[in-house]
C-alpha cells in the first residue's frame, strides 16, 4: 500500500497525546471569544495591542477595498503593486530607518524566500536552535551547510562563526523568541557577525508592536540600527492584527529579491486593502501609545501577580509568558481545566517545543482587564495544588 505513513503517523500521534485538532470560533477576535457555544477570556492571541478589530484598522481596510477592490489581481511583477503597497513599503522604511521593504504575504513565506534566494552550495546557515519553524524547514531544504548554536549562547555562535570558511555565512535569530517569549542578546550577536564578516537577519514577529519607541520593535529596543542588522523580517499577523509581512533590506538587497526570488514572483500580491489596514495600524501605534503601555502594565500585574501566588514563570518580560509543565499529557488536562474555568489558553507541545517542555503559552494582551489576569492566575495556583502529575 502507497503513503501507509500517513494512517500510522495519526495514530501515533493520537498514542502519543501529541495529535492536533482545531477549534472552529464563532467570535471576533478578541479579549473574549466563543468556540462551541461557551465564552472564554482569550490568552492565547498573538493580537498583543487589540489591533485585530481596532475602529480605525477596520475602517480602513473597508475604504481601500472601496477604492481598490477586494484583491491585487496579480503577482507585485504584473498588477499586484498598487498605490497602497507602495505607501505601505515607504512607511515601513520610515518607521525602521530602511532603504527599502518588500511585502510578503506571510512571515512563513518571507522567511522561506530569503533563505532559498540567498544561500547556495559553498554558503553557510546558522541559526539558534529555538528558531521558528519556516526558519527551520528553509535551511533543511535550502542547498547551503547548515548548523544550529544552542539557544542565544554566544560562545557557541562564537565558535561556529571562527570556524567557518564559507563564501557567504548568514546568521539568524529572532529578537522574541516565540515559545518562550525571551530576547536575544542583539548586540552580541551582530558585533560577532560583524567580525567574521557574516550577514545577520532578525525575525522580529512578535517583537514589532510591542517592543521599542512606539512599538518599533526590537532593533529599536535594543539600540540597533540598520547597520548592525542587514535583514530584518516583520510579520503583521500578530501585534499589528493584519496579516503578512515584510523584509526591510538594503535597496540593493531589495532589488534582488525582486529579481530573483521566485516567492516574491510567482505569489498573488496582498489585496490593497490589506497594505491599507496595515498602514493604518502602524498609524495607530504612533499614535495610540497607551496600547502600548497597557500592554506593559498588563505584563508587570501578571509576573507580579504569579510570583505572589507561587505560579513558577521564566524570565521573559514580553507579553509571552510560558508556564513550563513538562509532560504534553499534564499540558493538555491543565488547558482543559482552565477552559473549564473559562480562560483559553493553549498547550504548546512536542514537536513545537523540546520533549518534556511541553507548556502552557500565556499571551497577555493591552485589552485584558484585571480581573481577567487576577482570575487567570488563581486558576493556575489552584491547579498547581491538585497534582496533575499523578492522574
Ligand atoms: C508567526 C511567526 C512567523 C510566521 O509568520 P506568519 O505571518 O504567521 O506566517 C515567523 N516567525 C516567527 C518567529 C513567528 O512567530
Not at 546557515?125 to 521558528?132: G, V
Not at 529578537?175 to 532578525?202: E, T, Y
Not at 499589528?240 to 498573488?268: H, M, P, R, W
Not at 505572589?308 to 508556564?323: F, K, R, W, Y
Request: hydrophobic letters at 40%; proline letters at 2%.
Amino acid at each position: 500500500m502507497a503513503f501507509e505513513f500517513v494512517k500510522e503517523q495519526v495514530e501515533q500521534r493520537k498514542q502519543q497525546q501529541l495529535f492536533r485538532q482545531r477549534r472552529c470560533q464563532s467570535s471576533a477576535q478578541g479579549r473574549l471569544i466563543e468556540i462551541d457555544k461557551q465564552g472564554f477570556v482569550n490568552f492565547s492571541s498573538n493580537d498583543y495591542l487589540g489591533l485585530s478589530h481596532h475602529a480605525k484598522v477596520i475602517e480602513a481596510w473597508k475604504n481601500g477595498a472601496e477604492r481598490y477592490g477586494v484583491g491585487s489581481g496579480g503577482s507585485p511583477l504584473v498588477t499586484g503593486f498598487q498605490q497602497a503597497h507602495y505607501e505601505l513599503e515607504e512607511t515601513l522604511c520610515d518607521w525602521q530607518g530602511r532603504e527599502g521593504a518588500l511585502l510578503f504575504n506571510s512571515g512563513f513565506s518571507a522567511n522561506q524566500s530569503v533563505i532559498k534566494a540567498l544561500l547556495s552550495k559553498n554558503d553557510l546557515l546558522i541559526q539558534d536552535k529555538l528558531n521558528h519553524a519556516s526558519l527551520m524547514e528553509a535551511g533543511v531544504l535550502c542547498n547551503a551547510h547548515f548548523t544550529r548554536f544552542k539557544h542565544n549562547s554566544m560562545p557557541q555562535l562564537a565558535k561556529k562563526l571562527a570556524s567557518q570558511n564559507s563564501d557567504n555565512c548568514l546568521v539568524i535569530t529572532e529578537g522574541v523568541f516565540s515559545m518562550d517569549g525571551d530576547q536575544a542578546p542583539l548586540r552580541s550577536i551582530s558585533d560577532l557577525c560583524k567580525r567574521h564578516k557574516a550577514w545577520l537577519m532578525v525575525d522580529d514577529a512578535h517583537g514589532v508592536g510591542c517592543l521599542g519607541y512606539h512599538g518599533a520593535g526590537s532593533l529599536n529596543h535594543q539600540g540597533l540600527s540598520s547597520d548592525d542588522v542587514q535583514i530584518q523580517m516583520i510579520t503583521f499577523g500578530k501585534a499589528l492584527g493584519v496579516s503578512g509581512a515584510a523584509i526591510l533590506c538594503s535597496q540593493e538587497l531589495k532589488d534582488y529579491l525582486i529579481n530573483f526570488d521566485k516567492s516574491y514572483v510567482y505569489s498573488t500580491a496582498m489585496p490593497a486593502a490589506q497594505a491599507c489596514a496595515i498602514s493604518e495600524a502602524i498609524k495607530v501605534l504612533q499614535t495610540e501609545p497607551e496600547l502600548q503601555q497597557n500592554l506593559e502594565s498588563n505584563i508587570a500585574l501578571f509576573k507580579h501577580l504569579a510570583k505572589e501566588s507561587g505560579v513558577a514563570l521564566t524570565d521573559s518580560n514580553t507579553a509571552i509568558q510560558p508556564i513550563i509543565v513538562g509532560e504534553a499529557e499534564k499540558a493538555l488536562l491543565m488547558a482543559q481545566s482552565l477552559q473549564n474555568m473559562g480562560f483559553w489558553v493553549s498547550a504548546i507541545r512536542p514537536p513545537t517545543v523540546p520533549v518534556n517542555t511541553a507548556r502552557l503559552r500565556v499571551t497577555i494582551s493591552s485589552h485584558h482587564q484585571e480581573q481577567d489576569i487576577v482570575g487567570l492566575i488563581k486558576a493556575i495556583s489552584e491547579l498547581n495544588k491538585d497534582n496533575y502529575d499523578h492522574r
